[in-house]
């Protein structure tokens, strides 16, 4: 937990009303805000994004509710292809496991969320924010949901649900439904020649790193750097079959293959590359991508292994 007097205070847009805030140099306390410019009611019928995080661990269960939802996040984005869908659920009757699974699929999903956002006015409290600090990461929840004609629906508090329990259980029914259907092929990852990496950066450097696998599954990092002085540095290490296959084991569960058809970007960040290459194809990804903080760090394993352990 960081204290308030190391926060940086940023100015609120004219349109976002401070409802609470917490007084300088306090430790805990409420900050909570609403975005006027936040519709409360969608038009559009033309979802592209839905992501929801919710906890119910402050509710009382009934004896006979063991398998009612503890913690629940849900996660569908427009691909090329289809949707690629993401789940995470906990439930009462095992709380010490989390059951979570991810799918690229042709199934279309949206027009079962765009109901539900609908039929439990999700967008009711559109626009609001609220953090009280100090609390763990698992509790509350938060709702992003964005459609193409640019409407879209952001709601967090991490001290109580956002979400009436008779929705997320809506949501957790269209999911199940989207996860029957067969899944999308990707390219097999035994076939994996060559990963690269590339940076290019605001002063002008760069980082290109490439991965070659070898036959016998151990693998050659050949890396080069250029920074302000435009030297070009280069280096080549060896890499063993495990790091090979613990690389190829982070590419399959988090998906990574089926992030390049993913739409939705994250505004802001410097964009990297991560190039994998196949017999027949070659799929590019970027970190721009906007997922699940359950995978989002997958990108970030790769590069450390490419470009930081020489």
């Known amino acids: 937990m960081i204290l308030d ?32 410019r936040a519709p409360v009611e969608i038009v559009s019928g033309d979802m592209e994004f839905f992501m929801v995080e919710e906890s119910f661990t402050t509710m009382v269960f009934e004896e006979a509710a063991a398998s009612r939802l503890l913690r629940f996040s849900a996660y569908a984005a427009k691909h090329e292809q289809g949707a690629f869908l993401y789940i995470s659920r906990q439930t009462a009757d095992d709380c010490d496991r989390t059951d979570a699974g991810m799918k690229l699929v042709s199934h279309d999903i949206f027009p079962e969320l765009v109901s539900i956002v609908r039929e439990y006015k999700l967008a009711a409290n559109n626009g609001f924010h609220s ?12 709702i992003d949901v964005r459609y193409a004609g640019g409407e879209w629906i952001s709601i967090s508090d991490n001290q109580s649900p956002v979400l009436s329990y008779e929705a997320a259980q809506a949501i957790d029914r269209a999911f199940e439904k989207a996860f029957k259907a067969d899944a999308l092929p990707l390219p097999d990852l035994q076939t994996l ?14 980082t290109r790193a490439t991965l070659e696998i070898l036959p016998d599954g151990t693998g050659v ?11 070009i540095y280069e ?22 293959l089926a992030w390049s058809g993913i739409r939705t970007v994250c505004a802001g960040m410097s964009k990297k590359c991560l190039t994998f290459v196949f017999p027949k194809t070659e799929i590019t990804v970027t970190n721009d991508r906007e997922l699940p ?9 790769i590069e450390l292994e490419l470009t930081t352990k020489h």
């Open 5 to 36: 007097k190391f926060r940086k205070h940023i100015p609120e847009p004219p349109d976002v009303v401070v409802i609470k805030s917490t007084e300088p140099n306090t430790c805990g306390g409420t900050d909570a805000t609403r975005d006027m």
């Open 131 to 142: 953090r009280t600090h100090g609390l763990p990461e698992n509790f509350g929840g938060s």
């Open 193 to 206: 020649k060559e990963i690269r990496f590339y940076e290019e950066r605001k002063d002008g450097g760069f």
């Open 221 to 231: 990092n050949r890396k080069q750097s250029c920074y302000d002085d435009s030297k």
């Open 235 to 256: 280096s080549e290490k060896p890499v063993d079959a495990g790091t090979v296959s613990a690389i190829k084991k982070v590419m399959d569960s988090n998906a990574i």
């Open 293 to 301: 903080r359950q995978l989002s760090g997958a990108f970030f394993d």
